[in-house]
């Protein structure tokens, strides 16, 4: 042995030098032993350290989700994409302010609607920052992502992208509400799609007698005389010799009283040579509309011009070119004079809330006037 090897012996052997050939069995399982824990330290540091990375060598695969975490990653998305008002999946459009927070369409009218009331500046709720139709814009991003989540039928509890589950619920869904095809005569069943051939071939309602349908028709020929009565007051009204029509414009404006509350009106126009103004006002000017869920518009018409006699005349107010708010056609009827030159606050027609806001949310109401004049 090397005078080194004579040293790690001697070291080796210190402790007990009674036997020659066991220290020097010893001595070579304790060499083993040190070679093997360097030889597994050296081997833990390669694996922490890594070898470096090898341009040619080829792309590692990539570990794959458990099936479990794949819901996971859906809440997750649910999470992001949700509206951060109502904070649920948007159904339609998708607004974001200038921060990039994500609002609904609903919610982002919603908004618009009740700072108009407040007479303040609408804010984003996360960042507080302004917030308009000109500041915001859509984000189609979010829009396609939402619309390739999976969501469930509520008939049938599959699961379907968002995308075709109004199809499959309206077409496909075997499971979803229906009506027999009878229902015109009066039946009343409703149920899943898959019992309808059923029921259709078992209804006793083909089988009725003519006696037994007379009442069922005449509720609905009722119904369908109600909406003829209008359609034939509209077309007899464009049989007068003096119709007028025009573009109003309603502009949002405060009371001066101490607390101040919203209201609309039109520049002064004229139709069949008289001057007229338009009003409107929010739930009949209730004191906090903002605190309402139900929001309604009504407005009356107001003669400007002096007449020498009595102007009896029908209008009806409907929506401008450019707007997409449903406003169901309703007739009114007002004698005009000097005395009576204004109506009383009668309803805008308008289908529910929902439209009521988007009116509120827009910088200005753009809606149609038609005054017919009676002749006498």
Request: charged letters at 25%; one cysteine or more.
């Amino acid at each position: 042995m090397s005078s080194l090897e004579e040293r790690d012996v001697g070291v080796a052997v210190a402790p007990s030098s009674s036997s020659a050939g066991l220290g020097v069995g010893a001595v070579g399982a304790a060499v083993e032993a040190v070679a093997g824990v360097a030889a597994m330290q050296e081997d833990v540091g390669i694996r922490r350290e890594g070898p470096e990375s090898d341009p040619d060598e080829p792309p590692k695969k990539r570990l794959k989700i458990p099936e479990g975490e794949s819901g996971k990653l859906e809440e997750r998305l649910y999470s992001v994409l949700c509206c951060t008002v109502c904070l649920d999946l948007p159904k339609a459009s998708v607004y974001q302010c200038t921060n990039g927070h994500l609002m609904c369409a609903g919610c982002f009218i919603h908004l618009l609607a009740d700072s108009r009331l407040k007479e303040e500046q609408a804010t984003c709720p996360n960042c507080r920052c302004e917030i308009s139709k000109n500041l915001c814009c859509r984000n189609l991003a979010v829009e396609k992502a939402v619309s390739e989540l999976p969501t469930e039928c509520t008939f049938c509890l599959k699961q379907f992208p968002r995308s075709s589950l109004e199809r499959h619920q309206k077409e496909e869904c075997q499971d979803r509400v229906t009506q027999c095809k009878y229902k015109r005569i009066g039946c009343p069943w409703q149920g899943p799609f898959h019992e309808l051939p059923a029921h259709e071939s078992e209804c006793s309602h083909p089988t009725k007698t003519g006696t037994e349908l007379m009442g069922i028709l005449g509720e609905m020929d009722q119904n369908h005389r109600r909406d003829m009565q209008l359609y034939n007051s509209i077309f007899s009204l464009l049989c007068y010799e003096k119709i007028g029509f025009t573009e109003v414009q309603f502009r949002p404006y405060r009371t001066d009283d101490f607390i101040t509350r919203l209201y609309y009106e039109t520049p002064r126009f004229t139709v069949l040579n008289q001057t007229w103004v338009l009003k409107a006002r929010v739930n009949d000017s209730e004191r906090n509309p903002n605190l309402s869920c139900k929001r309604t518009l009504s407005f009356q018409l107001i003669l400007k011009s002096k007449v020498n006699s009595a102007l009896e005349c029908s209008f009806l107010l409907l929506k401008g070119p450019y707007d997409d708010v449903r406003i169901k056609p309703v007739i009114y009827h007002h004698s005009f004079s000097n005395d009576t030159n204004e109506t009383e606050y009668v309803p805008l027609p308008i289908s529910d809330s929902v439209e009521c806001n988007k009116l509120l949310a827009a910088k200005n109401i753009n809606l149609r006037l038609f005054i017919f004049q009676v002749q006498k």
